[in-house]
């Protein structure tokens, strides 16, 4: 059974900086490649960022690029989303996300992933 259990998140002004963690438990977990999506209120599940550990190719989204850095540790099977100029856009509640499938590919979709944290809220607001 694999597990993510995710830290952070919480209130930070417009202009602030916070840094989520996530780390994936279970004994036999290999990860392929761990991400970050995101969920606001009455909108659908958004992808933020990922990092797959062949290469260490981090892909990121418009919406976010130049200002969330995603890193980890494929040894410890843990992720950092650090996260700066934050902006109200970027209020919703923030998943980790793992795979052990290794594809070829840009890991930039819901689908590419088989594991998920509960969430964790980041609200920015003054």
């Known amino acids: 059974q694999v597990q993510l259990v995710q830290s952070g998140g919480g209130l930070v002004p417009p202009g602030g900086s916070l840094r989520l963690f996530c780390v994936a438990s279970g004994s036999t977990f290999s990860g392929a490649a761990m991400g970050w999506f995101r969920q606001a209120p009455g909108k659908e599940r958004e992808f933020v960022a990922s990092?797959?550990?062949?290469?260490?190719?981090?892909t990121y989204p418009d919406s976010v690029r130049g200002r969330f850095t995603i890193s980890g540790d494929y040894t410890k099977n843990t992720v950092y989303l650090q996260m700066n100029d934050l902006n109200p856009e970027d209020t919703a509640l923030y998943y980790c996300?793992?795979?052990?499938?290794?594809?070829?590919?840009?890991?930039?979709?819901?689908?590419?992933?088989?594991?998920w944290g509960l969430g964790t809220q980041v609200t920015v607001s003054s």
């Open positions: 990092i797959r550990w062949v290469g260490r190719i981090t």
């Open positions: 996300a793992a795979t052990e499938l290794f594809r070829n590919i840009i890991y930039n979709d819901a689908g590419h992933f088989d594991y």
